[in-house]
């Protein structure tokens, strides 16, 4: 049927305003997408070609450099030495299996070291560079950097790792660094992004980590073009960072490379501290152990053995352990008496054997007693029913409130782990944390630094240095930073009586010097080194009177771990104090047999500064203190050759 001309028309302007309505749309949707795309090419220009940048350039952190430790003399304890090392990074690797796989045949791979890749490259971003390999061979990296075609994401680098060139002498000291891990980072509440690269080291004991804060120092950053797979092209430009700080302690590595040989084969302690300035010229724990095992990942095996030793080589004895201080305690309870005016130096006491409190009968060590002694007499046979005598007198309070005072129960401020604060009890103490009212056996038994009363080796040496000086010694470890030097710990008056000081420095004098003296056979003969000690024997078990009644068992008939606690503390020389000692030999037996020849040694080597001439020791010994020294020589580190690694 034809159409007529009038349909058409119609149909014609129907069209023409679709036609108009689409061309419309299509034109207003091309000028917004003109718009857009002058928005995004001129306006957001600089934004995408940054955006572009970064697909191209890759920003990566650079460890800084650790400060270094010295001695008190210059020479390196703790040093960073070159570590060749191969990395990889996940987004820029591709199938990571392959290559780690091709990588296996160019280098040995640790498996368990390997795992831990693993898991990194698996759970951090893409981008964190995870090491592969630590400490390879500079043949490895070299077989790997003619091979990098086909290893993409992985960078052979050159970096720096922590060594320890005195080995075992400063374990307990300056520590040691390993990998940062989960639960340093929990510590943390917002953790430098230097903590968060896979396998960066910070100090996990003693000074290196009490001062991390000081040694880690500030990350660099450098600018790298990669190409389309992620492969490194050049390096555009780096920004160094900033090294930690250069750290010199107040230890000397000669003093204390001897005080861990003398002691090599006890569980012990030995302190020696400057009586001017509080300085620790010596803090040596033993046994010990070597911190580069931890540094390089010490295996299950090693750390076993190590937790297995029933001499503890782990914790530093000289500040983490705690013992009762025995005899060597009763300078303080001595002290105490004379500053309340509760008894004169030539009075005397008389020791039968016991004293009879409270319908308990407390021993002296010498079971048919002492006889009538006075304040010299009863120090220099250590007699203990004269200072029970003192605490009927003068009460616990009076006894801890000296202890304090001479630095006992104190927690001194050192860059250590875990410095006891130790325990000087008194009637609240007990009620607190015992719940029980303080009898007067309790005060007996503190007298004689028996009871309740724990000190350290370090608080030893404290009370030593301040009963030689009458000042407020107190400890200093580090004695300066990037060449400042740190206060020292000279220390104000104690404002106790010179009096009352010298008749305890007397008879401490007469201890090692007369022949009654329980340390006559450690004396020092050289006159201008001569010194005044005390020492102490510890019980670590109950003596039932059964025991009593047939004769005490004697310690070398025990089982090592019930033996007595053996202690000596000293200074020297006696008419000019420049150092105090205090020496702990765990289960040693006897102060007078086990510390005190310890503590002798190490007095004279500090003294000297060297091996002592054998005229220095009684005669009959010098036979034995020279083969002594021939063998300790031999276990010493060497010196630090040309000097080439001084500060």
Partial sequence: MKRLPRDNADSLRRITRRALILGGAQ???????????????VEQADQFRLLAEENRIKIRLIPPARGRIFDRNGAVVAENVPSYRITMVREEAGDVDAVIARLAKLVELDPDELDRARRDLQDLRGDTPVTVADRVSWGDISRVAANTP???????????????????????????????????????????????????????????????????????????????????????????????????????????????ARLAEDSAAAVVMDCETGDLLACASSPSFDPNLFVRGISVNEYKSLLDNKYRPLPNKAVQGIYPPGSTFKMVTALAALEAGLVDPSETVYCPGHLEVSGRRFHCWKRGGHGNVDLHQSLRNSCDVYYYEMALRIGIENISDMARRLGLGLEHDLPLTSVAAGLTPTKDWKLI???QSWVIGDSVNAAIGQGFVLTSPLQLAIMT?????????????????????????????????????????????AVSNNRRGTAYSSRIIEDAFRMAGKTGTS??????????????????????????????????????????????????????????????????????????????????????IQSQQERLRRARPTRDGDGSDRA
Avoid at 549 to 577: C, I, K, M, Y
Wanted: proline fraction near 6%; charge should be positive.
């Fill in 465 to 509: 240095a301040r009963l030689a000086t009458n000042r407020s010694v107190t400890p200093r470890l580090i004695k300066s930073i990037d060449g400042v030097e740190q206060p020292n710990g000279h220390g104000d008056e104690l404002g106790l009586s010179e009096n009352n000081l010298r008749e305890v420095r007397k008879a401490m004098h």
């Fill in 27 to 41: 034109a207003a949707f091309i000028g917004v997408l003109g718009l857009r795309m002058r928005f995004m090419q």
């Fill in 150 to 260: 086909a290893l993409p994401g992985v960078t052979p680098e050159v970096g720096l790792s922590r060594r320890y060139p005195r080995g075992a002498d400063y374990a307990h000291l300056v520590g040691y660094v390993g990998p940062v891990s989960e639960r340093d980072l929990e510590r943390i509440d917002a953790p430098d992004q230097l903590l968060l690269i896979p396998r960066f080291q910070i100090g996990k004991i003693g000074l290196e980590a009490q001062r991390e804060d000081v040694l880690r120092g500030t990350a660099g950053n450098k600018r790298i073009e990669v190409n389309a797979s992620g492969r490194v092209i050049r390096e555009l430009d780096r920004r160094e960072g900033q090294a930690g700080a250069d750290m010199q302690i107040t230890i000397d590595n000669e003093l204390q490379s001897y005080a861990h």
């Fill in 539 to 624: 019980q670590v078990r109950n003596i039932t009177a059964a025991e009593r009644a047939r004769g005490v068992t004697r310690n070398s008939d025990l089982p090592w771990e019930r033996r007595d606690h053996a202690l000596f503390v000293n200074f020297a020389p006696f008419d000019a104090p420049k150092i105090a000692v205090a020496v702990v030999v765990e289960h040693g037996g006897g102060g007078s047999t086990a510390a005190a020849p310890v503590a002798r040694d190490i007095t004279l080597q500090a003294l000297y500064g060297e091996d002592p001439p054998l005229s220095a020791y009684p005669a009959k010994d010098r036979g034995r």
């Fill in 433 to 435: 944390n015992k719940s």
